[in-house]
């Protein structure tokens, strides 16, 4: 089994920056995808960020370049530093961890509220 769990999310104004953390664990060597999905009241669940085993990263539209995620497959870990932050982005934000094809696990989520 593997363990996903987020940190990092809050209340944070417009215009500000929030840095949300996840980590895998569990019977596991090395995650092969990670990514950031995110799913406001009402909405479907899209795609914030991911980041593949090559270390190349993609970004759903609405990023514009404001978001940035990282990687340490050392600790099976990646961040999502989300900087500009518009009452837009406010959601529940998962992390899920791709440990082989087919074979995915997520996180519980981490509330972000974009509100002045």
């Known amino acids: 089994q593997v363990q996903v769990v987020e940190s990092g999310g809050g209340l944070v104004q417009p215009g500000g920056s929030l840095r949300l953390s996840c980590a895998a664990s569990?019977?596991?060597?090395?995650?092969?995808?990670m990514g950031w999905y995110r799913q406001a009241p009402g909405k479907q669940r899209e795609l914030v960020a991911i980041i593949a085993p090559n270390g190349s990263t993609q970004y759903g539209d609405f990023v514009k370049g404001r978001f940035t995620t990282s990687a340490n497959r050392s600790r099976n870990a990646v961040t999502l530093q989300m900087n500009n932050l518009e009452p837009e982005d406010t959601a529940v934000y998962y992390c899920?961890?791709?440990?082989?094809?087919?074979?995915?696990?997520w996180g519980q989520g981490t509330q972000v509220t974009v509100s002045s």
């Open positions: 899920k961890a791709i440990v082989h094809v087919g074979v995915e696990f």
């Open positions: 569990g019977r596991f060597n090395s995650f092969y995808y």
